[in-house]
């Protein structure tokens, strides 16, 4: 056959990218609506999934007007090197590679080599191990509970935890701030 025209490449492209831009909020979708140990299974089952997730979501990122994670490097380099950070949902280890702080980079699958591949509920961590917990646009599960009781779990006595999420992933902001206080948390900056 013949190679396509200019403006049939050009609609085909388009196509595909509206494809991949529907399974992204199709899977966006299942990891707000399932367990992390669910979404561990379907990354495991469907591999290209995960690429496709963290490709929508690289795209999505970029028409804001900041990344938060940028946000949360220039805390930490702020902070004494010596703190050690442990990165839940970490995907491409932005944090890890641009911080001189020890960090545990934790996801469900490995877009790095920094990558510990685990359910962000169970990391394998010792307790009170880590001086700052980080969940950047990773808040995902209907088991939310269980995976910030692991970060309390890990982090030291007066430790920091930071999330950074899009407000309309919460119903209702203040009854969040109030479900990470009955957790031990205390807000200090919103």
Same mark, same amino acid.
């Given at each position: 056959?013949?190679?396509?025209? %200019?403006?049939?490449?050009?609609?085909?492209?388009?196509?595909?990218?509206?494809?991949?831009?529907?399974?992204?909020? +199709?899977?966006?979708?299942?990891?707000?609506?399932?367990?992390?140990?669910?979404?561990?299974? #379907?990354?495991?089952?469907?591999?290209?999934?995960?690429?496709? +997730?963290?490709?929508?979501?690289?795209?999505?990122? %970029?028409?804001?007007?900041?990344?938060?994670?940028?946000?949360?490097?220039? +805390?930490?380099?702020?902070?004494?090197?010596?703190?050690?950070?442990?990165?839940? %949902?970490?995907?491409?280890?932005?944090?890890?590679?641009?911080?001189?702080?020890? !960090?545990?980079?934790?996801? #469900?699958?490995?877009?790095?080599?920094?990558?510990? !591949?685990?359910?962000?509920?169970?990391?394998?961590?010792?307790?009170?191990?880590?001086?700052?917990? !980080?969940?950047?646009?990773?808040?995902?599960?209907?088991?939310?509970?269980?995976?910030?009781?692991?970060?309390?779990? !890990?982090?030291?006595?007066? %430790?920091?935890?930071?999330?950074?999420?899009?407000?309309?992933?919460?119903?209702?902001?203040?009854?969040?701030?109030?479900?990470?206080?009955?957790?031990?948390?205390?807000?200090?900056?919103?």
């Amino acid at each position: 056959g013949a190679a396509p025209s %200019g403006r049939s490449a050009a609609l085909r492209a388009r196509m595909e990218e509206r494809l991949l831009a529907a399974r992204f909020r +199709y899977i966006n979708q299942q990891l707000y609506t399932s367990t992390s140990r669910e979404a561990a299974q #379907l990354f495991q089952t469907d591999p290209e999934a995960f690429e496709i +997730y963290h490709r929508g979501f690289a795209q999505q990122v %970029g028409r804001w007007p900041e990344n938060p994670v940028h946000r949360i490097i220039r +805390y930490l380099r702020r902070r004494p090197a010596s703190l050690v950070v442990a990165d839940f %949902g970490c995907g491409d280890c932005k944090i890890a590679s641009s911080v001189r702080n020890k !960090v545990h980079s934790f996801d #469900l699958v490995p877009l790095s080599p920094l990558v510990t !591949v685990c359910d962000m509920a169970k990391v394998p961590l010792v307790d009170e191990s880590v001086d700052i917990a !980080v969940f950047c646009l990773a808040l995902m599960g209907t088991n939310l509970q269980e995976i910030l009781e692991e970060a309390n779990r !890990v982090l030291k006595q007066g %430790g920091t935890l930071m999330v950074a999420e899009v407000a309309s992933r919460f119903e209702d902001i203040r009854a969040f701030v109030n479900a990470m206080a009955q957790l031990g948390f205390k807000s200090v900056s919103k």
